[in-house]
RNA sequence: GUCCCCAUCGUCUAGCCCGGCCUAGGACACCUCCCUUUCACGGAGGAGACAGGGGUUCGAAUCCCCUUGGGGACGCCA
């Protein structure tokens, strides 16, 4: 049977990292049945039925965001706003067949039932006063909001992919509003009906829904509608174990790519928080596909630990392809130095990225260890850099330079040989002839291989360099 | 408070469903060493966990119960 997934964030803020893992979990799943089984579809909804709260720039973040992590949707995304003819229909059909109700308590009349319920540690709140009782007691001029006759007695079952079977008794559950008295549906109301009209099969959300899913059992039960399967699958904790919320240092996924972060990191660490595949830990998209299963995802809240997502995005950096992240870097370099950099700087990062991205962690540090490469000497020195051009260090350089000069080929080999040769004419170690060097091409004291630096720029910047260093040729 | 859910190294987890192969495996982080022109990468090794208590059983990380701890939900928000 072909399977419908969905993922339905209300666009009030960002796509944050809650949202990102629970919309790859229903991307995943989907594309799994579509490759691996009878077909697959996600699709994705925005709840934007409070107006209040719903804004178009959160919207786009939502789109920008799943656009960058490659979750692609299938057709238009749906506005659950737009839809509340429908909702409407639904609930005014539950009315006429006497499966809903009109309720006319005033709001201080339902927190006294609120306070009344705690007081007495009942968790139903609304006592359903309106339940029963004859319309023609309505009292005049008060809009009422349509509630569900929710069944009293017995239990509400649910079959949670991930939790098991979970029970409640309906005692539990008062009835709740499908319709406000200003005539808009609720949220439980329209995510049914939404979740029906677009033929989902697969309910795959945070476990915060669990509770929501007993009400939403009824009122498939008494639309006549066959529930979808569900899968609550266990919320992200922060690094100190406390929920990650919006407010509680859930940041958007943008900021994870600003931070440097490549999507496929993201994903593959998003996928193993809470998935797993026995022992394996690096798996492409691919393989993920092919493997993903509701049954394999843990029931345990996780934590999100930046270190483990760091290390992966170095993985991915080192297997990245070279244009690409010469792109990625380009773009931050040109930002940060703005009319300081060499014309040459683009060709010199392709040639040399090799060796730079064996050494950095996210962009944001690729870039940074990039920047000498693309800037125009003379380049800024770091003190500690300095430190290596002293009086000793600046001598060293100073015979080292026509060694290079007179190099017989301007190449990685070549440059190394006669560096050594130098080195152990003059009894000393290849480190220390290196640091010096390395001071002056780079201004730094970590780098890629000197030799190698010296091949990118080639012989006329090189050798600028370090007369910049000497301080003039 | 009430209801629901969860519980293996610091973190993510394998193992649990179908008890013995577990003196509990892997990954990240941490420590030591090797490689080495710096820093990384890579390689070798180390430290590090079945929340507690009862059962059931010849035998429990694995099954049952209780306790404790954590989380979530209790809106005319979504």
Redesign the pocket.
């Known amino acids: 049977m072909p399977v419908v997934t969905r993922f339905?964030?209300?666009p009030?803020g960002f796509l944050h990292i809650g949202g990102a893992r629970t919309a790859l979990y229903n991307w995943l799943f989907a594309q799994h049945h579509a490759r691996h089984g009878d077909g697959g579809t996600f699709l994705l909804r925005i709840?934007?039925?409070?107006r209040a709260?719903s804004t178009q720039a959160a919207v786009d973040a939502i789109y920008d965001g799943l656009s960058w992590l490659g979750l692609d949707w299938d057709g238009d995304a749906i506005s659950?706003f737009e839809r509340a003819d429908q909702h409407r229909a639904a609930a005014e059909r539950l009315l006429a067949e006497g499966k809903a109700y009109k309720?006319?308590?005033?709001?201080d009349e339902?927190s006294a039932m609120?306070e009344a319920?705690?007081a007495?540690?009942?968790?139903?709140?609304?006592d359903g006063t309106w339940r029963d009782r004859d319309p023609s007691e309505a009292p005049a001029g008060?809009?009422?909001?349509i509630r569900l006759k929710a069944p009293q007695d017995g239990e509400t079952v649910i079959e949670d992919l991930v939790?098991?079977?979970?029970?409640?008794?309906n005692e539990?559950l008062?009835d709740?509003?499908l319709l406000?008295?200003?005539g808009?549906?609720?949220?439980?109301l329209?995510?049914v009906v939404d979740d029906h009209d677009m033929g989902v099969t697969h309910v795959i959300r945070?476990?915060?829904?669990?509770?929501?899913a007993f009400r939403q059992t009824q009122l498939y039960l008494a639309l006549g509608w066959e529930t979808p399967v569900f899968a609550h699958i266990?919320?992200i904790?922060g690094?100190d174990?406390?929920?990650m919320?919006k407010r509680h240092g859930a940041l958007g996924v943008e900021t994870y790519r600003d931070d440097g972060f490549l999507p496929e990191a993201l994903c593959n660490y998003l996928l193993?928080?809470?998935?797993?595949?026995?022992?394996?830990?690096i798996i492409s998209t691919e393989q993920a596909i092919e493997w993903f299963g509701l049954?394999?995802v843990?029931?345990?809240?996780?934590?999100?630990?930046l270190?483990?997502l760091?290390?992966?995005n170095?993985?991915y950096i080192?297997e990245a392809d070279d244009g690409r992240l010469v792109d990625l870097v380009m773009e931050r370099l040109e930002q940060a130095h703005p009319g300081k950099l060499a014309k040459e700087a683009r060709d010199r990062l392709f040639k040399g990225m090799a060796?730079l991205k064996?050494?950095?962690?996210t962009i944001s540090e690729l870039t940074e260890n990039s920047s000498f490469y693309a800037i125009q000497r003379p380049i800024e020195m770091t003190e500690k850099a300095a430190g290596h051009l002293g009086p000793e260090g600046s001598a060293l350089l100073r015979d080292l330079r026509p060694v290079f000069a007179d190099a017989e080929s301007w190449s990685?080999e070549a440059l190394?040989a006669a560096a050594?040769n130098f080195a152990e004419a003059g009894g000393i170690?290849?480190?220390a002839?290196?640091?010096p060097?390395?001071a002056a091409l780079t201004g730094?004291?970590?780098?890629?291989?000197?030799?190698?630096i010296m091949d990118v720029l080639g012989r006329e910047e090189t050798l600028g360099r370090i007369d910049d260093a000497l301080g003039g040729p």
């Open positions: 339905a964030p209300s009030t709840e934007d039925t409070d709260r659950q309720c006319y308590c005033s709001p339902l609120r319920a705690r007495e540690g009942r968790k139903r709140m609304y008060v809009d009422p909001v939790q098991g079977r979970v029970t409640v008794a539990q008062d709740m509003v406000r008295a200003d808009t549906p609720t949220y439980m329209a995510v945070g476990d915060d829904h669990l509770t929501n266990p919320l904790h690094a174990g406390a929920k919320s193993r928080l809470g998935w797993s595949h026995g022992d394996d830990e049954d394999s843990g029931k345990s809240p996780a934590r999100f630990d270190a483990k760091t290390n992966l170095g993985h080192r060796g064996e050494r950095a962690k990685d190394m050594k170690k290849l480190g002839v290196a640091q060097v390395r730094n004291t970590v780098s890629p291989s000197v030799f190698e």
